[in-house]
């Protein structure tokens, strides 16, 4: 298939890894927003695109992605401007100036749709998507998961193949339901899973999944 790359959000989960595909060298990993799972067993590139002073008013820990970055020097390590200091000295600017010639390139709202639109940039052949619960996570703008859905449309249309695992919610039809449940005596579940999983059994929401 040519370059892919596999982009591992907070919500991925090993068991919906295929982990033949890190044997693959034209396969690469992506990270974000130092989320780092352990069981990753390597990374090629890894993101965090937000300003600085953005990161610092968030109160992000910074010193933890610039002793990550520090500790792994051959890994291109992208940040939004460049952080004082000294702090990643290496690391590389996201090129989002260069990246403007493509429709709507301003529309972004997490970093998963930058990825994608990154990955249409570097003539990646297939991007797989890997804990992008971005309906559920609150974390997140409103429009997180549609921004997502307009890019990943639009790598297709330009050639690049898009993939989701079961740990994404991704292409789904969402709506609002209105109940008389009381929260800690009655279920409450943030969402209820009614795709084929639901109707098998499956439990809406589970603290250890």
């Not at 929260?183 to 603290?207: I, M, Q, V």
Request: proline residues 5%; contains cysteine; negative net charge.
């Amino acid at each position: 298939m040519g370059k892919q790359a596999v982009i591992i959000g907070g919500a991925a989960k090993a068991k919906n890894i295929d982990f033949e595909m890190f044997l693959n060298q034209d396969v690469e990993v992506w990270g974000i927003n130092a989320i780092r799972k352990k069981w990753v067993p390597r990374w090629d590139r890894m993101f965090n695109i937000h300003k600085y002073e953005l990161l610092l008013h968030y109160g992000w820990p910074v010193d933890v992605d610039a002793e990550w970055a520090s500790e792994h020097p051959e890994i291109p390590f992208y940040t939004a401007d460049k952080w004082p200091d000294g702090r990643m000295s290496r690391a590389k600017i996201f090129p989002r100036t260069e990246m403007s010639y493509m429709p709507r390139s301003n529309y972004h709202c997490n970093s998963f749709d930058w990825l994608i639109a990154f990955a249409i940039h570097n003539d990646f052949d297939a991007v797989h998507l890997h804990g992008c619960m971005l309906s559920l996570d609150p974390m997140e703008q409103l429009s997180a998961r549609a921004c997502v859905e307009y890019w990943a449309g639009y790598a297709e249309a330009s050639g690049t193949k898009i993939f989701t695992a079961k740990d994404c919610n991704l292409f789904y039809a969402f709506h609002f339901v209105q109940s008389e449940r009381v929260y800690g005596y009655d279920d409450c579940p943030a969402f209820e899973d009614r795709t084929s999983a639901h109707e098998a059994g499956r439990a809406p929401y589970r603290f250890d999944e």
